[in-house]
């Protein structure tokens, strides 16, 4: 149990770090922080239309949801009253605390709460389990291998048209890349990530995979092909450590493994 649950996490960190560069490129970095607190109010949603949580109406809920928050946080900042950052600030908070005020109002008898959303059960995760193709599996760690095979599908993909429009937006349309298309293409990407780890890892450690290995990996090189190496190796490291960690400390695996990539920018 505890290979698999390194397992997953090491999954998970790749997944994260992938969008996560980018994002962090772009200064962006708030942006994962809003889509991974976003998703709350489409799982309830989603919910509520299917009566279970092993639907994939939730799942799809809290994409739509974390675009939702995409939306309104470009709309709001074209307005020119507010920054990118404080529209980002006005739109996140409300939009989870709209999800909390639903779980506790409605979703209360079912394995749904803020904590599971925030913090995850990583434990547990090697015990819901499925069958593919005649292995027994955990749930997360077929989800997560299909989401980190699809980022890095993509990365490799659009990688040209991601790092020009990454660096020079202008250019990017000059050459007909469809820069617009391509950061809500990234948006989704990353809605998708958040939303299949949010079980596993919980909201806190996503971020915290997406943002601060890709922020150490930015003070040891200026490329982005070894960028993306580099914040990989360090996201799998602090899993890695955060894991024994909390072992030590009979402490949270999640909360453990975010405060390790939080060290590792140190």
Request: net charge neutral.
């Amino acid at each position: 149990m505890n290979l698999e649950i390194i397992i997953i996490a090491s999954i998970v960190s790749v997944a994260c770090v992938i969008p996560g560069v980018f994002l962090l490129l772009r200064r962006m970095a708030l942006m994962s922080d809003a889509i991974s607190h976003a998703i709350l109010p489409g799982i309830v949603a989603g919910f509520f239309i299917a009566g279970t949580l092993n639907s994939p109406l939730p799942m799809i809920g809290a994409v739509v949801a974390s675009m939702a928050t995409v939306f309104l946080t470009e709309l709001l900042y074209k307005t020119r009253l507010v920054k990118s950052d404080a529209a980002i600030g006005i739109v996140f908070p409300a939009m989870f605390s709209l999800g909390v005020v639903m779980v506790t109002l409605y979703a209360g008898n079912v394995h749904l709460d803020t904590d599971v959303v925030l913090l995850g059960e990583l434990a547990f995760a090697p015990l819901d389990r499925i069958d593919f193709f005649g292995f027994s599996l955990p749930r997360s760690l077929v989800k997560m291998s299909a989401i980190l095979v699809l980022n890095a599908s993509l990365a490799f993909l659009f990688f040209k048209e991601l790092k020009i429009s990454t660096f020079d937006a202008g250019l990017s349309a000059t050459l007909g890349f469809a820069p617009v298309a391509l950061n809500y293409g990234l948006m989704l990407v990353t809605s998708i990530t958040a939303v299949g780890a949010f079980d596993s890892v919980g909201a806190v450690l996503v971020v915290a995979l997406m943002i601060a290995p890709a922020a150490a990996a930015l003070l040891l090189t200026d490329r982005l092909s070894l960028m993306l190496l580099y914040a990989s190796l360090i996201a799998i490291a602090s899993s890695i450590a955060g894991f024994f960690l909390a072992r030590a400390l009979d402490a949270g695996i999640a909360g453990a493994m975010a405060t390790m990539t939080g060290l590792s920018f140190l």
